[in-house]
């Protein structure tokens, strides 16, 4: 079993900047990669960045690529999510999650079996 809690979500302006935290717990995490998801009112989850905890690759999204950066610390067992420049259509609640997809790039919601309980954010303009 893997548990992962998120926080460091809340309220912002266009433009600004937030930094998402994702605790990892459990005997066997270091086995996965860990991604961020994000669902908006009325749409599908959808992938957004994701590391691996092995060799911490990472891979993004077009859509946040040089906007969003993933990075993990190893001594606090914690993947972080940095977000600057955010955009009104960047509110969503944010999930990070635990599991083995092919490869970063190709991640799915289904590749994932851990996830955390979702921390809000909200842009405004």
């Known amino acids: 079993q893997v548990q992962l809690v998120e926080s460091g979500g809340g309220l912002v302006q266009a433009g600004g900047s937030l930094r998402l935290s994702c605790a990892v717990s459990?005997?066997?995490?270091?086995?996965?990669?860990v991604g961020w998801f994000r669902q908006a009112p009325g749409k599908e989850r959808e992938f957004v960045v994701a590391?691996?905890?092995?060799?911490?690759?990472?891979y993004a999204t077009d859509s946040v690529r040089g906007r969003f950066t993933i990075s993990k610390d190893n001594a606090k067992n914690t993947v972080y999510l940095q977000m600057n420049s955010l955009k009104p259509e960047d509110t969503a609640v944010y999930y990070c999650?635990?599991?083995?997809?092919?490869?970063?790039?190709?991640?799915?919601?289904?590749?994932?079996?851990?996830w955390g309980q979702g921390t809000q954010v909200t842009v405004f303009a």
């Open positions: 999650a635990a599991g083995s997809p092919s490869g970063l790039e190709s991640s799915r919601r289904t590749d994932y079996d851990y």
């Open positions: 459990g005997r066997t995490f270091r086995r996965y990669a």
């Open positions: 590391i691996t905890w092995s060799g911490g690759s990472t």
